[in-house]
């Protein structure tokens, strides 16, 4: 009996395998161990073969809860998507001078802080310009002509142009 222990041992460790002192052992006289096997692994051995189907539901149970978990959070998701793209166009709304390209962000926090940036930037263009004086709108106002630069032949020119207007 030791002798068949030692030659199982050995057929599992790799050993010899159809040696002489290697007998085989009779069906169900040794059962192979698994290396520590897990809570779930030693109920099931221990657990009677009428058992064995409500560990079967049990785990149908966890993977379908495990699965409507994950709905409901691709659900949720979705919904923090669309908050977050309606909540900055209400931020746009609200600061108009600040331009759009400039607020961006997958988050309420990001988009706030991107805010903040823009405004600070809108602000310090605003206090540059002012700094360098009044900014002057279109082209400047014509003066009159200077007679006395002209010669002779533009004199006469821009007098025959003056009647035909």
Excluded: C
């Excluded at 068949?4 to 002192?21: D, Y």
């Excluded at 966890?62 to 309606?86: H, I, N, P, W």
């Excluded at 390209?101 to 990001?110: V, Y």
Aim: charge should be negative; charged fraction near 30%; aromatic fraction near 2%.
């Amino acid at each position: 009996m030791v002798e068949e222990s030692i030659a199982v041992t050995e057929n599992r460790e790799g050993g010899v395998e159809g040696g002489a002192g290697a007998a085989a052992p009779p069906d169900g006289d040794v059962k192979e161990k698994k290396s520590n096997p897990g809570p779930e692994e030693a109920r099931e051995e221990n657990a009677e073969p009428g058992n064995r189907g409500a560990g079967l539901s049990t785990q149908d149970s966890r993977l379908q809860t495990a699965f409507d978990m994950q709905t409901s959070l691709e659900k949720v998701r979705g919904e923090l998507a669309e908050a977050t793209t309606r909540y900055r166009g209400l931020v746009l709304a609200l600061h108009p001078e600040i331009p759009p390209e400039l607020i961006a962000g997958a988050s309420l926090a990001e988009i706030d802080a991107s805010v903040d940036k823009a405004s600070a930037l809108v602000e310090k263009i605003r206090a540059s310009i002012l700094r360098r004086g009044s900014v002057p709108a279109g082209s400047p106002a014509r003066s009159a002509v200077d007679w006395s630069s002209l010669s002779a032949r533009d004199k006469i020119k821009a007098g025959i142009g003056r009647r035909s207007q």
